[in-house]
């Protein structure tokens, strides 16, 4: 499967960047791993699909030590104090702000997988990001578990929208976004003090 960061993504390099944080070395690692990733799980559409990758070698050490799991039961959170937040805000500045939730306060653990959220090459373009590889990672994510946590509410709402707002033009599905909607009222993001 050949594979490349996209524009997008590459706002996973900066360190005021509230998600899972990576650097070129990592991604490059991390791109290789894909060449035999654990699973591969079928996307929200045609044009998207989900690598899954152990973070631990075989010897049972981290490859990627710095990984963190950013989400966290919302109870669980209460529990350790952490402070709950909400804002409207835009991932770019194409994209209309919406509003989300997050807390502070609290440690995230090591992450024990990585999802690679991959797009094809044409529907990049239709998003008005070119790559060459015949798939582009739109998000690398951080998980304590293999299995791959539904995109938020608002990310389908987003997609809905059509590309002129930042979705990429997919019609919501509603019992996903149900599922979505159960998970997210009982899981919330973890976001770093430092952010």
């Known amino acids: 499967m050949n594979i490349e960061m996209c524009e997008f993504t590459e706002r ?12 070129q070395e990592m991604v490059n690692k991390m791109i290789d791993l ?19 990758l152990k973070n631990r070698d075989d ?24 402070e709950l937040h909400c804002a409207y805000e835009a991932r770019n500045d194409k994209e209309l702000a919406v509003l989300v939730d997050w807390v502070t306060g ?12 991959l797009y094809s090459r044409e529907q990049m373009a239709k998003e008005g ?5 015949d798939w582009a990672i739109v998000s690398i994510n951080g998980a304590a578990t293999k299995e791959v946590e539904p995109m938020r509410p608002i990310t ?14 997919v019609p919501m599905d509603r019992k996903a976004y ?8 009982k899981y919330i993001m973890i976001r770093r003090d430092e952010a």
């Not at 609290?106 to 959220?117: D, G, Q, R, Y």
């Not at 990001?129 to 590889?133: I, S, T």
Request: proline share 3%.
């Open 156 to 169: 389908s709402m987003r997609n809905a929208l059509g590309v002129e707002e930042g979705g990429s033009g």
């Open 59 to 82: 010897s049972g050490n981290y490859i990627f030590s710095e990984l963190e799991s950013l989400t966290i039961d919302r109870q669980e959170a209460k529990a350790l104090g952490a």
């Open 129 to 133: 990001d070119e790559v060459e590889a």
């Open 178 to 185: 149900q599922e979505s909607v159960d998970f997210w009222s």
């Open 12 to 23: 996973q390099y900066k360190a005021d960047f509230y998600g899972t944080r990576v650097n």
């Open 34 to 52: 894909a060449r035999n990733p654990y699973e591969i799980i079928p996307g929200y559409a045609d044009f998207c699909c989900i690598l899954v």
């Open 106 to 117: 609290i440690k995230p653990s090591k992450a024990e997988w990585i999802h690679l959220i």
